[in-house]
């Protein structure tokens, strides 16, 4: 029995290799400095409050990369660009009740809408939307946990939109094929 174990485990292994070396070649990068096209690299955000959460995570992900985002609320900004936030909306929903009709799962979501302008007033990159998701569990019986548990996904989801605008960022503008 166990000389079956030690040839399965050792064909296992020698499978594996193989496979976890391939993984580390081609495209796979970890995370770190972005480079934004030239034009994105300093922008100004008008849309939102300088102090909401998804402008300070959005802030967060651009100081992330090496990037710079100014939250100036004059018009008159020295930035090649602007970030022009047209619609930004957290929610939740009821998706799922269980016996009695209670309660029992819930879908959060981000939702935004924005553009990026030229300091000229140019459109660099049209309006866009953008829509992040999940969904909880829930169980009224630990009401202080789900409440905990429902703001750290709040929390992810506004990170995860504000990479996504990075992304969009990176690779949505004609000047992005320089910096790949």
């Not at 981000?110 to 302008?117: F, K, P, Q, S, W």
């Not at 429902?150 to 990170?159: M, Q």
Request: proline residues 3%; positive net charge.
């Amino acid at each position: 029995m166990k000389s079956r174990y030690a040839r399965w485990l050792v064909m296992a292994c020698l499978t594996a290799i193989p496979l976890l070396s391939a993984c580390t070649g081609g495209n796979f990068h970890l995370r770190g400095k972005a480079d934004l096209p030239v034009v994105f690299q300093t922008m100004m955000l008008q849309g939102l409050a300088i102090d909401s959460a998804f402008t300070l995570a959005l802030r967060k992900a651009f100081e992330n990369t090496g990037n710079e985002l100014r939250l100036i609320p004059s018009a008159d900004h020295q930035e090649e660009s602007l970030l022009y936030i047209t619609n930004y909306q957290e929610g939740k929903r009821v998706v799922g009740y269980g016996k009695n009709r209670e309660v029992r799962e819930f879908l959060i979501f981000t939702r935004l809408d924005y553009e990026v302008r030229a300091k000229d007033g140019g459109i660099l990159l049209p309006k866009q939307r953008l829509q992040v998701d999940k969904t909880q569990i829930y169980d009224s019986e630990f009401v202080l946990g789900k409440t905990e548990e429902e703001r750290l996904i709040r929390e992810d989801l506004r990170d995860d939109l504000a990479r996504q605008v990075l992304i969009r960022l990176r690779y949505g503008h004609p000047e992005a094929e320089n910096t790949r």
